[in-house]
């Protein structure tokens, strides 16, 4: 991974870099990160002339980003800002000095180009095809209608966090009369998105900081086991509870809640409050969390090069290799296992009548069962399922993540125990794990010494029996006898004894 | 790291092989392990002739160990046996069927060796220069006495945990009579142990499988907040409590015993006897438990090959740059850290009053601070947490391992809490871990941008301020500029403000 580029994004709130190392097409890491509280929109007026202080502070910040992506040696920057400066009158003060000072070239985004930069980050990044994207920032917020996977309707409203709270939020805690004109404000100003309904499609996908420190504060509440924010789910109902909460709490309060940043204290509430207006007129239940948008977007402008439209052909499949490659796995042994699994479920199909999602979770999880070793071989299976969970793979669900951690937990020891996540999982789910790690810890095993001697196997079952036998070409004798001391899983998974012969 | 080396050992009760990747003298990694139970031992007579099903059992093993080794491409294969073939008056007869079978050349350990290879482990492995190791095994226990790191006294008793429970447990749970009995024989057999009495040294390691099985117990029955062994102290009083426990349940309850191996369920009370006779007759309140042994003795005569007696010069130094070595650790990036760091903590000493002890444990800490990155950038700082906890650090106690991965932890972020290690730490620990890693997380943005271009500093303290001000050898604005910006922990945890300054 040669290429390094870096991308910057100027928003009203928030600016922020990220570097990330790529090889196009191919793979790619995230190598650092910044953001600085630059708050740029603070007291601009109604024409969005900004001030003096906050454009110091902003130009201040992106000085240092530029050194960083200097020191970095990136071969490529690219920088964007969003409404705050869109809108300002003295847009081209700001950019004169900034050209002063750095030789950064700053992309002014028009309110489209914006949506459409969310919108790639999450349209390649989480289990999504059809329904409507929101990107709640500083200065305005983007809502975007997705139909099969492309944009049919872009709005950009110039209402953000920051503005709203400087015009409505007065008093601490927020007195009733100043909540109420709020609440009309936000209405007012979606009012017009006659399209935002549930028959867009069924999900509501948010991004951007409010979002993201709104689930922190749910998973919080709830004592989530998982600590991912990307791909999370939170209910409508837990969103009005969280208004609750930050309506009746001061801004000193809020500084200490658990999961709420605290430079975002201040402006939470009315960030929430544009969030559950496009929840209930779009009477959507529920909304799915992203960790990526506008500045991943960017990059998969970037990564994806030479394609009309940046969209991954399929997100899953390319951010399992991914983070097979980024871990450095063994592709060989990886390869024959995931064989050997898919093998194994193919031909036990009658005794586990799992359709495709599961054959595709397990071939996921045979990929990376063993990226774990990278920190250590004694017990690299409990470290593998660590490194699933902290990853940044696309295109799961949460439920889905669980599933791939727990089948590469289990693909070599241990008896199946899911409890600590049994509020992301269905009731059905540890049966599903022990079956389908049960059948990637037999194929384990018959890779055992990582020679891919076994080419295939046959199957047989019988009432209370399953036979397998294998044909290899070379001498197989340590991986039939490990396979054997391994049935254990698969004996009570299926509740049939399995034998392994040559 | 281009040798590999297995290192094979056949016991009475279990057979193990490791495998390492290693440089001489510079770093090493374990890459395979396997284990089987094949009780050499099993009805052996007195005059120790081994019975022709353990033999085949065993040879089968060996079989398949050296299979493997073959398959890893090792350069090397040592295999060492102990009590059962040492003593056995039918071993050339096993030897001759091993040669016909495979090409392993199998060297048959006196007592005395045996004792020296687990000193070796031992030694190497943890913080412990004075005291007894007690190595327990399926049919030998060696026990040893240590001054100043070297052997003083080394013996070896013919009594294992397989033949005593052959002899003494025939009931279920055991009788009274039995249990008696047991316990009777044990006391006999270490009776001529006159040197065993606590002025040999203050501390009774120990190693070996009924060990590690022993502590497993113990943590689950506490719910320890590590899953660490190697370290791991427990008392006289808890092995009392595990040993009433076993005495009291019977072999299927063992089974499913929380920490026990199936494998063990049936040797275990048998072991247990042993570590409690040798701790009450040498008035050893507690044993700290070693999870390296023989093997890694074994292996350590070729890693420090050339050594007359392969000890490392200073084990902690040495482990801390294996892993961050194995790590792929920034090696510039990491030493000006540690540099600006110690800077720091030395120009800082009447705030803090720290000693060699503090200083030593930043320094780790700069060192490691960093290897999580290679798991993935975002929350690396956690990820470095986690690969401390999961890495084979030598020489450290259970509580300095807590230190340096708390350090790593709040190196970049986050206010420290560490609730969950209470029972580890000692009551100013969270403050010590405050104060250290405010330290770090300074030195750390004084080297944002990793091109080490800061090379000294200067501290001037007053009453309530706390002025760094750093001399540069090129641009270190965004280092003056992010460091100012991560003073919050700093004040925090010494009452003082601080401004770093050009």
């Avoid at 944009?151 to 008093?171: C, K």
Wanted: proline content about 3%; aromatic content about 8%.
């Amino acid at each position: 991974m040669h290429q390094r580029i870096g991308i910057i994004d100027l928003g009203s709130n928030t600016t922020r870099l990220i570097l990330m190392a790529y090889q196009p097409h191919l793979c790619f890491k995230l190598i650092d990160e910044v953001s600085e509280t630059v708050r740029l929109a603070e007291g601009a007026s109604d024409d969005g002339l900004l001030q003096p202080l906050p454009m110091k502070r902003s130009i201040e910040a992106l000085k240092m980003f530029y050194t960083l992506c200097r020191a970095a040696d990136v071969q490529q920057i690219v920088a964007v800002a969003t409404s705050a400066l869109r809108e300002a009158a003295n847009q081209y003060d700001f950019l004169a000095q900034l050209k002063q000072q750095t030789e950064l070239d700053l992309r002014i985004l028009s309110g489209e180009e914006e949506a459409y930069y969310g919108y790639l980050g999450v349209i390649n990044s989480l289990p999504f095809t059809d329904g409507i994207v929101v990107d709640i920032g500083g200065g305005s917020t983007e809502v975007t209608a997705v139909r099969g996977r492309a944009i049919s309707v872009a709005s950009s409203q110039p209402v953000g966090v920051v503005r709203l709270t400087e015009r409505f939020v007065q008093s601490d805690p927020i007195s009733k009369k100043d909540f109420r004109a709020l609440e009309q404000a936000v209405a007012a100003t979606f009012a017009e998105l006659d399209w935002l309904k549930p028959d867009v499609g069924p999900t509501m996908a948010g991004l951007g900081g409010t979002v993201r420190n709104l689930a922190r504060i749910d998973q919080k509440l709830r004592n989530y086991p998982l600590d991912r924010l990307h791909g999370y789910i939170f209910t409508r109902e837990a969103l009005d509870d969280i208004v609750e909460l930050l309506r009746r709490s001061t801004l000193r309060e809020r500084e200490s809640l658990p999961g709420l940043n605290r430079e975002r204290a201040d402006v939470i509430l009315a960030g929430a409050m544009i969030l559950r207006q496009l929840m209930y007129q779009g009477d959507f239940p529920q909304l799915m969390v992203s960790g990526q948008g506008l500045r991943e977007g960017l990059f998969y402008e970037y990564f994806l090069t030479g394609q009309p439209l940046p969209l991954f052909a399929d997100k899953r499949a390319f951010s399992v290799r991914n983070l097979a490659l980024i871990s450095n796995y063994e592709a060989l042994h990886a390869s024959k296992v995931r064989e050997l699994s898919l093998m194994l479920f193919d031909q036990l199909q009658s005794l586990h009548n799992y359709g495709q999602w599961e054959r595709e979770m397990l071939d996921y999880a045979a990929m990376l069962h063993d990226i774990g070793v990278q920190v250590g071989y004694y017990d690299h299976h409990k470290h593998s399922a660590y490194l699933v969970f902290n990853s940044a793979l696309q295109g799961f669900t949460h439920r889905e993540v669980v599933l791939l951690a727990m089948l590469t937990r289990y693909h070599r020891k241990g008896s199946v125990d899911v409890s600590t996540y049994r509020v992301i999982l269905q009731e059905d789910d540890e049966e599903r794990i022990a079956r389908l790690s049960a059948m990637l810890r037999i194929a384990e095993y018959l890779e055992r010494s990582k020679s891919q001697v076994i080419h295939s196997l046959r199957v047989e079952c019988d009432a209370d029996m399953v036979k397998v036998y294998v044909q290899a070409v070379g001498d197989a004798t340590v991986e039939v006898w490990d396979a054997n001391r391994r049935t254990r899983l698969f004996k009570r998974a299926f509740g049939k004894d399995i034998e392994i012969l040559m």
